[in-house]
């Protein structure tokens, strides 16, 4: 509005129910190189990480919308998350998050909470 041509830097992300299934992708992974399986696609809740050039371009999740809102928040704080980093056990894409956001963000914790309450999913 100002004249002053500024970079559109938000993380796009979408989301679509179908049924009981809830898609949600954050990110692009266009182009992605890379993937990894987060949970079991049997149960049907899980995500699968897209990497490009070894970093975390996007997330893809299934009735797994944890995982949704920490690659939202990820991406959009710049964190690079490294392919290796999530090969080990038990790895957890909202907790690796919540730890980086919290040495990045003094607010993050209250952010946590309410996301932990549900405040910011759609009823």
């Known amino acids: 509005m100002t ?5 559109y830097t938000a993380v796009p992300w979408f ?7 809830k898609l949600q992708i954050a990110g692009l992974g266009q182009g992605h190189d ?5 949970g ?6 899980f995500s699968v990480l897209l990497f ?3 970093l975390l371009a996007g997330v893809e999740s299934v009735n797994a919308p944890a995982d949704h809102i920490a690659a939202r928040r990820l991406l959009a704080c710049g ?12 790895f957890s894409l909202p907790q690796w998050a919540g730890r980086h956001r ?3 963000d003094p607010t993050a914790a209250a ?6 309450r549900g405040a910011f999913t759609r009823r």
């Open 79 to 90: 964190k690079p998350l490294r392919r290796e980093e999530t090969a080990a056990d038990g």
């Open 102 to 104: 919290r040495s990045q």
């Open 111 to 116: 952010h946590d909470q309410d996301d932990a």
């Open 15 to 21: 989301w679509t129910e179908q049924f009981s299934t």
């Open 40 to 45: 079991d696609p049997a149960t049907g809740s």
């Open 3 to 7: 004249g002053t041509p500024t970079a």
């Open 52 to 54: 490009k050039d070894g």
């Open 34 to 38: 890379e993937s990894t399986v987060l």
